[in-house]
């Protein structure tokens, strides 16, 4: 059985995120929105592209790219798309579906071209009224996953004309009216001002519809406390790290409210040795850590839990809490994430330097062209290397090209980090 979602709505107007199709006021950085939709429980975004001219229309698909880059749950966009070439360009801003608008004439021939291209699970509708979908109700299995429903009075017709899953948007619901409406076979979700506020608790709205016998995507654990085993003062430790980098971030301990508060809430809970209370970190600070995963142990007595850390995690200010150094001895640093992180920032800094005497400093000084010269050299070598079969010799190849490949990225101003994240995308 699928789970039911909520996907959130942003509305894009030159580049910048507005209130709503009906308020174009500003309504913050898309980032930082994008960013808590991503934290805090939302399964979906669905952006809306507001703009009426190609020039407009590039810029804000410049914007989704960002958000899809920003994210890790699913990006699906709508709007100004007139021609097959728009939904590509979607797809290549790093959006999961598109959505056609069917109020607009060419909104099923682009949906034919589309589906035959990219599959019809990429390709959703966006209807007002059921005109559409009773003129082609042959078809839409055909060349459409999923219905966007902009009007609720027309929910019982589409239960009589399609089968089709659909997500609707609402302004405003109470609990109630939420239950009735996911309650119906066909819906797969609610999207909207009703969900789309970042002020709301999503997670614990889920554990609420979750317990009304609404299948949603919530946190539920496979491990009950009780299988836990807890230490003298009935206490679980908890090694906190970064989910995207890896980072250790901090120790901290659960009791078992704790540890069921952090599932109904989404948010790291921790119960404090000190002060004897439970705290859920950020609560104070907005230094929020938003659950990602939580795993036991082989022993079962000590949680690692990955997060998504809003500002630092330590009470000092620090990024993370360890660094006190007690020992330390020399290494040389192998791990590939590193390596290249330490290599772009080694290269940058030269370039910052204005009297730095090295060969990358020299390199970019020389422009954009003697970079790019390079590059395609390297690049040559290494097809000729690997041509002739000489694995030592490859490998040198192949770290030239990463190293020249480097300089480019720091005279583009790329960092590896939106690279990996166009990677994760494919």
């Given at each position: ?74 990006v699906c966009a709508g709007g100004n798309i007139e021609r097959l070439e728009d939904v ?87 609990m109630e009216e939420m239950v009735d409406i996911l309650s119906r076979e066909n819906i ?80 790291m809970t921790y119960y404090s040795r000190s002060r004897k209370t439970l705290w859920t ?146």
């Amino acid at each position: 059985m699928e789970y039911k979602i909520f996907a959130a709505s942003m509305c894009i107007q030159n580049g910048e995120l507005v209130h709503g199709i009906h308020d174009r006021t500003p309504a913050g950085d898309f980032r930082e929105v994008a960013k808590m939709y991503n934290d805090s429980g939302i399964d979906k975004i669905i952006v809306l592209d507001l703009s009426r001219t190609d020039e407009e229309h590039e810029k804000n698909v410049s914007v989704i790219r960002e958000i899809s880059r920003t994210v890790d749950i699913p990006v699906c966009a709508g709007g100004n798309i007139e021609r097959l070439e728009d939904v590509q360009n979607l797809f290549f801003a790093g959006c999961k579906q598109v959505i056609l608008n069917a109020d607009k004439d060419s909104a099923f021939e682009i949906a034919e071209d589309a589906a035959a291209r990219f599959g019809k699970e990429k390709i959703d509708v966006s209807i007002v009224n059921v005109d559409f979908l009773f003129k082609h109700q042959d078809e839409l299995r055909d060349y459409f996953h999923e219905i966007l429903v902009l009007n609720t009075g027309i929910l019982d017709a589409i239960d009589l004309i399609t089968d089709l899953q659909y997500v609707v948007t609402l302004r405003e619901a109470s609990m109630e009216e939420m239950v009735d409406i996911l309650s119906r076979e066909n819906i797969r979700g609610i999207s909207g001002p009703a969900v789309s506020d970042t002020s709301l608790d999503i997670m614990g709205l889920k554990t609420s519809l979750s317990k009304r016998g609404i299948y949603m995507d919530n946190f539920e654990p496979k491990i009950p406390w009780s299988e836990l085993k807890k230490n003298s003062d009935g206490l679980i430790p908890v090694v906190v790290q970064d989910y995207r980098t890896n980072e250790v971030l901090m120790l901290a301990y659960m009791n078992e409210e704790a540890y069921n508060t952090t599932f109904t809430i989404g948010k790291m809970t921790y119960y404090s040795r000190s002060r004897k209370t439970l705290w859920t970190k950020g609560e104070t600070s907005g230094h929020i850590q938003y659950v990602k995963s939580l795993t036991a142990d082989c022993d079962l007595d000590t949680i690692l839990a990955k997060v998504s850390q809003v500002g630092p995690a330590c009470h000092t200010g620090a990024k993370n809490c360890f660094f006190n150094e007690i020992v330390r001895k020399e290494y040389v640093e192998k791990s590939p994430l590193k390596i290249f992180e330490t290599l772009y920032e080694t290269v940058k800094s030269k370039k910052q330097k204005p009297n730095e005497r090295s060969y990358s400093k020299y390199l970019m000084d020389q422009g954009l062209d003697e970079v790019l010269k390079h590059v395609g050299e390297e690049a040559v070598e290494l097809i000729i290397s690997a041509k002739n079969q000489d694995e030592d010799h490859l490998r040198h190849e192949i770290s030239d090209f990463i190293y020249h490949l480097v300089v480019l990225m720091v005279e583009k101003n790329v960092s590896w980090d939106e690279v990996t994240r166009e990677l994760a995308q494919r």
